[in-house]
């Protein structure tokens, strides 16, 4: 994939996560809401529930971080350089996931 196909792959998985953040952040104020109306054991079920929705929001919030940083790399021309190494990260790997920041030995040790 080079770095122009690349760009194009980011934003749109970008886009599309900044929706999904969107609307997660909307879902997690109804939870909130309903909480005071609900009794000790759907509390608990809501309360899991947004554990859980806040572990994904972490996750997706540190994929969007991958994406931006990555999308910067492309603009100073250092796209698919590894960070710690400075190799070129396999084309196949960036295929998978074009915000990879790291080759594949090093993601190891991340
Ligand atoms: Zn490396």
Known sequence: MNAKAAQA?????LE????VAES??????????????VGRLSR?????????SKEANRRRQLKI?????ALVRIEHGEYGECLEC???ISAGR???DPS???????????
């Open 86 to 88: 400075g190799e070129m």
């Open 100 to 110: 990879t920041p790291w080759c594949i030995k090093c993601a190891d040790h991340q």
């Open 65 to 69: 971080t991958r994406i931006r940083q």
């Open 16 to 19: 599309q996560l900044l929706d």
């Open 24 to 37: 997660a952040q909307d879902a997690a104020g109804t939870v909130e809401l309903d909480q005071t109306r």
């Open 94 to 96: 960036l295929e998978v």
């Open 44 to 52: 608990m079920d809501a309360m899991q529930a947004q554990q859980i």
């Open 9 to 13: 792959a980011l934003l749109a998985e």
